[in-house]
């Protein structure tokens, strides 16, 4: 089983949707969570950064926490076509051994319709 | 612009062949990772070095073998490449290498095995 899951989608919505994404985990030491967004196999690009449960807004995007559940999401509110593209999430555990690598879901390609 | 960057943008080799993929992190970040995206797989922890040590070590090959030089770069050595190993291969750089900090990605290489 992988340590963290993400629905591939294709997931495709008319422009000025609300999206939302969402990522389950099963290994309780992560702590840290992200978002990450990448265009056609670019780099991936930081969007959104929490470590503790409960919301947290920057824009358009939500990002929530839940660790008791070990699921997180984002949500994206009045979708555009610049929207377009692959959503990863990401985590990191506390553990000292671990380094500070990040665990990635496989990613949600998105499509934001005109 | 991360400001991580990374050569060559694309590498076309044959199998049994070794190659050497060059990463330079933003200007003042001490850590260096390498992460691998293939289709089947998503993004993968490689490896992490910070200020010229190995931090952390994840499923990476015995046939790869990674370094971070002096001036902070750091350099990917693939070697007996096998079909299986084309894929996206990444940087990313943080300040500090702690869990704490943001992981800012490059543009990748690349690497296709005929």
């Known amino acids: 089983q992988k340590e963290v899951e993400q629905d591939p989608g294709p997931l495709s919505v008319p422009e000025g949707a609300i999206v939302s994404l969402n990522c389950t985990y099963s290994n309780s030491a992560f702590q840290y969570f992200m978002w990450y967004r990448q265009y056609s196999r670019k780099g991936p690009e930081l969007l959104m950064y929490?470590?503790?449960?409960g919301n947290k807004e920057d824009g358009r995007f939500t990002a929530q926490v839940d660790k008791s559940s070990k699921y997180i999401s984002l949500f994206i509110r009045d979708s555009q076509p610049s929207d377009s593209a692959t959503y990863l999430c990401?985590?990191?555990?506390?553990?000292?051994?671990?380094?500070?690598?990040?665990?990635f879901g496989e990613g949600t390609q998105l499509t934001v319709n005109p | 612009d991360s400001g991580v960057t990374q050569t060559p943008k694309h590498l076309i080799t044959a199998t049994g062949q070794r190659v050497t993929l060059r990463c330079s992190p933003r200007?003042?970040?001490?850590?260096v990772y390498w992460y691998q995206q293939s289709l089947d797989q998503g993004l993968q922890f490689l490896i992490q070095?910070?200020?010229?040590?190995?931090?952390a070590k994840g499923n990476i090959l015995e046939r790869f073998s990674a370094q971070q030089f002096p001036d902070l770069h750091s350099e990917l050595n693939l070697s007996s490449l096998e079909l299986g190993d084309s894929a996206l291969y990444f940087c990313?750089?943080?300040?500090?290498?702690?869990?704490?900090?943001?992981?800012?990605f490059g543009p990748g290489t690349r690497l296709t095995v005929l």
């Open positions: 070095y910070y200020n010229g040590e190995e931090r």
């Open positions: 200007s003042g970040d001490l850590s």
């Open positions: 990401a985590m990191s555990a506390r553990e000292e051994t671990s380094g500070s690598r990040l665990t």
């Open positions: 929490t470590y503790s449960s």
């Open positions: 990313a750089s943080s300040a500090w290498g702690m869990r704490t900090d943001t992981q800012y």
